[in-house]
């Protein structure tokens, strides 16, 4: 990075504080789940091991490049399995483990992690939706938004047989456990999960667009918990959640970021 540029980039972040908006946000995070909680990896830093770059006009070196991927987080994926379709003779699909008798799941924990949407809830008459648990859980006592997205930084040499679905919600007021979605675009094809392989990214947005996140381990608190539980499966009982919002805003307690260890 040049100096123009890191002083740009410092300019940017100055004006923002200048106007009341921090230039570090800490944002805390924790797993949500009452069992197998040592699957669940950290969220780590998304880094590149790409060799000393050889020109100082590389893209290694491009300010833009750097800022946009030093933003993401990556979550790793939990579990090794390899699902696929297989038609029944009434002509339903029916979701399978493709591994069988070598499968490093079994049944159990398999209908405990995910669920095939019903036809009548797809995006598109033949692409089944697939999701996946994902018990992270954001929280931040700062305005700031949660972005999931696929791990699209990162290269498959056999790509996924469909679409990650995005989310983007607010961790100040809604820090409910995040889930992972799959629109299955060819069914002909498996989807092949390996456990530390990039599952997904996060990103965050605050309100000042050239501060940074400061991610940290969240204490699992009765507050935390509590809160959780009071927006949690909302969707179940109400369409829009986004509504919901003041009313959460009104009950949320005045902290409930407690960062592990203090």
């Not at 123009?4 to 908006?21: H, M, N």
């Not at 692409?127 to 996946?132: E, N, S, T, V």
């Not at 629109?183 to 000042?208: A, M, Q």
């Not at 369409?239 to 970021?257: G, H, I, W």
Request: net charge neutral; glycine share 6%.
């Amino acid at each position: 990075m040049s100096w123009d540029d890191y002083f740009a980039e410092e300019r940017a972040a100055d004006e923002g504080a200048t106007r009341g908006k921090k230039r570090t946000v800490t944002v805390g995070w924790t797993v949500r789940t009452q069992k197998a909680e040592a699957i669940w990896g950290a969220p780590q830093a998304f880094s590149r091991q790409d060799p000393k770059p050889r020109s100082s006009k590389s893209v290694q070196v491009c300010p833009a490049a750097v800022d946009f991927d030093r933003r993401h987080f990556v979550i790793p994926c939990p579990v090794d399995v390899t699902l696929a379709f297989q038609r029944q003779p009434n002509g339903q699909l029916q979701l399978i483990d493709a591994d069988g008798d070598q499968s490093a799941m079994r049944q159990t924990g398999l209908r405990e992690m995910m669920v095939l949407h019903p036809q009548n809830e797809w995006r598109h008459p033949d692409r089944p939706i697939l999701q996946m648990i994902a018990p992270y859980v954001f929280v931040a006592d700062e305005p700031c938004f949660v972005v999931q997205t696929p791990p699209y930084l990162h290269y498959f040499p056999n790509p996924r047989p469909g679409l990650q679905m995005g989310g983007r919600f607010p961790v100040h007021v809604w820090p409910r456990p995040l889930s992972w979605g799959f629109e299955w675009y060819d069914i002909t094809k498996p989807l092949v999960l390996k456990r530390g392989e990039p599952w997904f990214y996060v990103s965050f947005e605050t309100e000042n667009p050239a501060g940074r996140v400061r991610l940290v381990e969240q204490e699992r608190t009765e507050e935390l918990d509590s809160y959780i539980s009071g927006i949690l499966d909302v969707s179940n009982y109400v369409n829009q959640t986004y509504s919901l919002f003041s009313e959460a805003q009104r009950m949320r307690p005045e902290q409930l970021l407690k960062p592990k260890g203090k």
